[in-house]
C-alpha cells in the first residue's frame, strides 16, 4: 500500500526547510511520495504578505520540481473559501481509495490540532507524521485533544533535520540577497526577484 504524505500549508514562501524535512521522509522510507497542497485561506492562519495564491503554488511548483517523489495539488487553491484539511482528505480519499494517506505536521501544530475543523473525524481517515525537530523536547501530551487522537498523534512523532528559518523570517530579510539564497530553493529565488515579491 504506497504511503503518500499530504503536506499543506501557506508556504508563503516556500522555503528549503519545507523541502528538505518531506525529503527527509522519504528517503528514510516512512514515505514513499508527498503531496504539497498550498491552502487558499487557511483557517487558522494569516496571510500577512499581499501574494496571490497563485503565485504561492507557482513558487511550490517552481521549488519541488527537481524531485520525482513529490508532488504539487492545486485542488484547495480550485475550491477557493476556506481551506479545511478534512474536505481536501475526503476528496483525496476518492482519489486514492487503497493508499495510506498520512497528513504531515511540525509539532506546533499538533499540540493546536484541537483547533482543526472535525479532528476526531479526520484522525479516523488518515495517519499522521508529527515532524520534531532534532534537539527538541516537544511533545504532543495535549489535554485538549479526546485521548485517542492524542495517543495517536503522540505515536506519529518523527525527528527531522532542524533547519533555522521560517517563511515570516524569508519575508522580513527580502533585501537581505545572502540570507534568501541560503534558503529559499534557487528557482523559488529567481521568481521573487523577477516578480518583486515582498517588497
Known amino acids: 500500500m504506497p504511503r503518500i504524505g499530504l503536506f499543506g500549508g501557506t508556504f508563503n514562501p516556500i522555503h528549503n526547510g519545507h523541502i528538505l524535512c518531506p525529503e527527509n521522509l522519504v528517503k528514510r522510507n516512512i514515505l514513499d511520495k508527498v503531496i504539497f497542497i ?53 476528496q483525496l480519499r476518492q482519489a486514492y481509495p487503497k493508499d495510506d494517506l498520512t497528513i504531515i505536521l511540525g509539532t506546533d501544530w499538533g499540540m493546536r490540532f484541537h483547533e482543526w475543523k472535525d479532528y476526531e473525524a479526520l484522525s479516523e481517515i488518515v495517519n499522521f507524521v508529527v515532524m520534531q525537530r532534532e534537539g527538541s523536547k516537544e511533545d504532543m501530551d495535549n489535554p485538549l485533544l479526546s485521548e485517542p487522537v492524542r495517543k495517536k498523534l503522540a505515536g506519529a512523532i518523527v525527528s527531522v533535520p532542524a533547519v533555522p528559518v521560517s517563511s515570516s523570517e524569508i519575508r522580513k530579510k527580502i533585501n537581505d540577497k545572502a540570507f534568501l539564497r541560503k534558503y529559499l530553493p534557487e528557482k523559488v529565488y529567481r521568481y521573487i526577484e523577477e516578480k518583486k515579491l515582498y517588497q
Not at 484547495?76 to 478534512?86: A, M
Request: avoid cysteine; proline fraction near 13%; glycine fraction near 2%.
Open 38 to 90: 498550498p491552502s487558499y485561506m487557511p483557517p487558522l492562519k494569516k496571510n500577512p504578505a499581499n501574494i496571490s495564491p497563485e503565485m504561492r503554488l507557482e513558487m511550490v511548483r517552481l521549488a519541488v520540481s527537481p524531485y520525482p517523489f513529490f508532488q504539487v495539488s492545486d485542488m484547495e487553491i480550485k475550491r477557493q473559501g476556506t481551506s479545511y484539511t478534512i474536505d481536501t482528505v475526503k
